[in-house]
């Protein structure tokens, strides 16, 4: 809870990029007539969609549809006490307006939501409360079916999985396997479950050099489970309120030490949630960057300072993809 905590309360600090260079970019993204596909090697991130899928409200947490033509996150707004999951679909080069799932809730805050790799399964976590749920207040994880052409009703995945902590960022391999976020020993960590025999296993937590004394949350982990990109925060190599960080499997259990993916990634502000596309090419994160010198543009005129509050230039948390190249952090 506490790194969902640590990300909401900051939620309307941050935001990135020249309007103007944003403006080109996105006509890049959409002349490849892809969702996500760029038409040319990018190494320093680009606002996803600027004013089409990054907007004014605050939103994190990505996932793609398997064919890449739906983009699922979560979307928030402090001043309403809404949380839930949206989706825009992608048609005739550009996304169509967000809609939210039809389950969402005004009641129960929906978050960090992922599609299975097979498209098949949507896997997200909330608070509601379900029979033989864990005692207290804490978040578990739950899942909807995509069938006969529509998501139905989500039920919880309980045991082993749910605990009387919190478990956040669900996120599903090839081979079933989750991985997730938990509290539950008072430290924000990641954990998985291993799909065996058509269950799931008791949670196991990743090594103590992925899990530090620091907090660990959000981890993407390649469909195959060869690498994991996750979120530290506070780290004395970091360069803001949170870094991403990625890890290459070696083994049963053994993972590369956790390299900083850098300041072309990280940002002074808030990075996190990140996500790798189907196709494995692009990373595609949440970050809370601002402009250079958007304080004062936006002081130069009232009219200046409404058009940027008025535009996902506001400070909000929004999506940002760049190439992917895991070489480049293997050592």
Not at 21 to 45: A, C, F, G
Not at 139 to 156: L, V
Not at 259 to 284: A, E, R
Not at 296 to 302: D, G, H
């Amino acid at each position: 809870m506490k790194i969902k905590t640590f990300l909401l309360l900051q939620i309307i600090m941050f935001t990135a990029c020249s309007h103007e260079k944003e403006t080109n970019n996105v006509q890049r993204l959409l002349t490849t007539n892809h969702p996500y596909k760029i038409d040319s090697i990018i190494d320093k991130p680009l606002k996803f969609y600027p004013e089409v899928v990054s907007t004014l409200t605050d939103k994190f947490n990505t996932s793609f549809s398997p064919d890449g033509k739906t983009i699922y996150y979560t979307v928030t707004s402090q001043k309403l006490g809404i949380t839930s999951i949206a989706f825009q679909n992608y048609e005739d080069g550009s996304f169509n307006p967000p809609q939210f799932v039809s389950f969402a809730s005004a009641d129960f805050p929906m978050t960090d939501v992922q599609i299975s790799p097979d498209g098949n399964l949507m896997l997200f976590s909330t608070f509601k409360d379900y029979e033989g749920k864990p005692e207290g207040f804490n978040f578990n994880i739950w899942t909807s079916e995509f069938k006969n052409g529509k998501w139905q009703q989500p039920t919880p995945i309980g045991s082993p999985i749910a605990s009387s902590g919190n478990e956040f960022y669900p996120v599903m391999t090839k081979n079933k396997n989750i991985y997730y976020t938990s509290d539950q020993e008072g430290n924000s960590d990641i954990y998985f479950s291993r799909f065996l025999n058509g269950q799931y296993q008791e949670p196991i937590k990743l090594p103590d050099n992925i899990n530090s004394e620091k907090r660990e949350a959000d981890a993407f982990v390649a469909r195959d489970e060869s690498y994991i990109i996750f979120v530290r925060v506070d780290e004395t190599d970091g360069y803001g309120n949170s870094d991403l960080y990625i890890s290459f499997r070696e083994g049963e259990m053994k993972w590369s030490d956790p390299v900083n993916m850098g300041q072309d990634i990280n940002s002074k502000q808030i990075d996190g949630s990140p996500y790798v596309t189907p196709d494995g090419n692009y990373l595609i994160f949440t970050s809370g960057r601002m402009s250079k010198n958007i304080k004062a543009r936006a002081i130069k005129s009232y009219k200046d300072f409404r058009t940027i509050i008025s535009s996902s230039d506001n400070g909000s948390l929004n999506f940002y993809i760049v190439n992917l190249n895991l070489d480049k952090y293997r050592k």
